[in-house]
């Protein structure tokens, strides 16, 4: 199992990015996905979680109405499209597969102006 994050870097409050998480190594159509985050000195927290099908079965509350977890099975692609993101957003983000629990290397992603 190898999952690859992509698309974090520094965005200015009310900003947007979007994360992708290219998966490999198993049946990723087959699967549930999740993206989790991990801000300095806190525990890893529960962003989204998407069924195989893709429908949303989990948001955390803290990013209902402004992220959106989608994913595309003949990509083999999860994807993460953070809008009018916060201060607090700021995090490394991980994909991660629950089954395995297989987790990707993450991606920084940074909310300052």
């Known amino acids: 199992v190898r999952l690859v994050e992509s698309g974090g870097g520094l965005v200015q409050p009310g900003g947007s990015l979007r994360l992708s998480c290219a998966a490999s190594?198993?049946?990723?159509?087959?699967?549930?996905m999740s993206w989790y985050r991990q801000a300095p000195g806190k525990e890893r927290e529960l962003v989204a979680t998407i069924t195989s099908a893709g429908g949303i079965t989990h948001y955390a509350e803290s990013v209902k109405g402004r992220f959106t977890c989608s994913r595309d099975n003949a990509k083999n692609t999860l994807y993460l499209q953070m809008n009018s993101l916060k201060a607090e957003d700021t995090a490394v983000y991980y994909c991660?597969?629950?089954?395995?629990?297989?987790w990707g290397q993450g991606t920084q992603v940074t909310v300052s102006s």
């Open positions: 991660n597969v629950p089954t395995f629990n297989a």
């Open positions: 190594g198993f049946t990723f159509s087959s699967y549930r």
